[in-house]
């Protein structure tokens, strides 16, 4: 079972750029697709990206494309998430997540994921 394990949050402001970091153990991150949500206060937990097995196979929501970029290294066992152009509503917690074959992994779902990391916060300041 893998087991993930999400950084480079922090304080950005606006404009600014970052990029988080997502680190398998336990597994072989090859065996699952990837996807970035994340959950800000008060709100439900939303699809951002997600990468499949091959490179064509990247999916983003519409508030982030042409802004963040999802890639993953599997011999690193590291998806990363860069994120340009950051604004105050890109603030939240952003969790990585795996999901296994067979899996609707590309249309965003929460439920279609089934490894979960404990989440690195994003502060957009204005």
């Known amino acids: 079972q893998v087991q993930l394990a999400e950084s480079g949050g922090g304080l950005v402001q606006a404009g600014g750029s970052l990029r988080l970091s997502c680190a398998a153990s336990?597994?072989?991150?090859?065996?699952?697709?990837m996807g970035w949500f994340r959950q800000a206060p008060g709100k439900e937990r939303e699809f951002v990206a997600a990468?499949?097995?091959?490179?064509?196979?990247?999916y983003y929501a519409d508030s982030v494309k042409g802004r963040f970029t999802i890639s993953r290294d599997n011999a690193k066992k590291t998806v990363y998430l860069q994120m340009n152009s950051l604004k105050p509503d890109d603030t939240a917690v952003y969790y990585c997540?795996?999901?296994?074959?067979?899996?609707?992994?590309?249309?965003?779902?929460?439920?279609?994921?089934?490894?979960w990391g404990q989440g690195t916060q994003v502060t957009v300041s204005s």
């Open positions: 990468h499949g097995w091959t490179i064509v196979s990247q």
């Open positions: 997540a795996g999901a296994v074959a067979g899996r609707r992994w590309w249309q965003g779902a929460p439920g279609d994921y089934d490894y």
């Open positions: 336990e597994g072989a991150l090859s065996n699952y697709a």
